[in-house]
T-cell receptor
Framework: EAGVAQSPRYKIIEKRQSVAFWCNPI?????LYWYQQILGQGPKLLIQ????????DSQLPKDRFSAERLKGVDSTLKIQPAKLEDSAVYLC??????????????FGNGTRLTVT | AQSVTQLGSHVSVSEGALVLLRCNYS??????LFWYVQYPNQGLQLLLK??????LVKGINGFEAEFKKSETSFHLTKPSAHMSDAAEYFC????????????FGSGTRLSIRP
């Protein structure tokens, strides 16, 4: 099966600029996640979708971050305006169904964002 | 609240030596536990998981982990380290709520000495 696809792989922007990341999950996976991984730390969940609905966005900085999954497949994560502390790897993951606690996550290779 | 603590941000072992990466969890309900591995410039990949049943879980690449409820631990081991095992390892717990999600530890970087 094809894995989780993410683009771009790398992005460098200046602070106060905007940026968008794209993710295509594994076919048939209803749940999609965006994680932020700061250097030296574990991934932190930003937002979780079930089909095209938001399940959890409690840790998403909503003043600058937004995400959508309009058709329940692809998803886009946007940052506007970016801050220096947003420099991180943004990981997209998918799973078959979040209601199954044993369902593992399948990760993409991530987008490394550098804000200067 | 569910959480995981990984002891040791960096572990270095010689090739052929035992690998032991430590993970302790806290959970108010029976936990579902995972170990993931991350190679440089890649996403995370599932190594193994514990849900219910047998407490000794075998995973890919010769790794295994034992769930010890009395110690609230889920340590990862491999009898003989290989150079290709050098990577970042993350312990994770599945948070039990209406919106089940996975919480990751801070990670342990494993280095292998020739």
């Amino acid at each position: 099966e094809a894995g989780v696809a993410q683009s771009p792989r790398y992005k460098i922007i200046e602070k106060r600029q905007s940026v968008a990341f794209w993710c295509n999950p594994i076919s048939g996976h209803a749940t999609l996640y965006w994680y932020q991984q700061i250097l030296g730390q574990g991934p932190k969940l930003l937002i979780q979708f079930q089909n095209n609905g938001v399940v959890d966005d409690s840790q998403l900085p909503k003043d600058r971050f937004s995400a959508e999954r309009l058709k329940g497949v692809d998803s886009t994560l946007k940052i506007q305006p970016a801050k220096l502390e947003d420099s991180a790897v943004y990981l997209c993951a998918s799973s078959f169904n979040y209601r199954d606690r044993s369902s593992p996550l399948h990760f993409g290779n991530g987008t490394r964002l550098t804000v200067t | 609240a569910q959480s995981v603590t990984q002891l040791g941000s960096h572990v270095s072992v010689s090739e052929g030596a035992l690998v032991l990466l430590r993970c302790n969890y806290s959970s108010s309900v029976p936990p579902y536990l995972f170990w993931y591995v991350q190679y440089p410039n890649q996403g995370l990949q599932l190594l193994l998981k514990y849900t219910t049943g047998a407490t000794l879980v075998k995973g890919i690449n010769g790794f295994e982990a034992e769930f010890k409820k009395s110690e609230t631990s889920f340590h990862l081991t491999k009898p003989s380290a290989h150079m290709s095992d050098a990577a970042e390892y993350f312990c994770a717990v599945s948070k039990y709520s209406s919106a089940s999600k996975i919480i990751f530890g801070s990670g342990t970087r494993l280095s292998i000495r020739p």
